[in-house]
């Protein structure tokens, strides 16, 4: 239950900036909240991430741009 109230008040944060910036800027930060969480993952974790998850991020990340 706790973990879907986070999920709708982190769509609502979304929503929200998508609402009053510029789409760029919004998706800029997108791009780096998925390598900031690599990095926190990793260290803090101590989690493996998988090919396939890397290749997915890496994808997503070219075609950005």
């Known amino acids: ?3 879907g109230a986070f999920g709708a008040i ?3 944060g979304w929503f929200t900036a ?3 910036c510029n789409a760029a800027d919004v998706r ?3 791009l780096v909240e998925v390598l ?3 990095v926190v993952s990793r260290r803090v974790f101590a989690e493996r991430v998988t090919r396939r998850e890397t290749l997915g ?9």
């Open 18 to 20: 998508f609402a009053q």
């Open 57 to 65: 991020v890496g994808l997503w990340i070219s075609a950005s741009g």
């Open 28 to 30: 800029t930060l997108a």
């Open 10 to 12: 982190a769509s609502l």
């Open 1 to 3: 239950m706790v973990a």
């Open 36 to 38: 900031y969480g690599y």
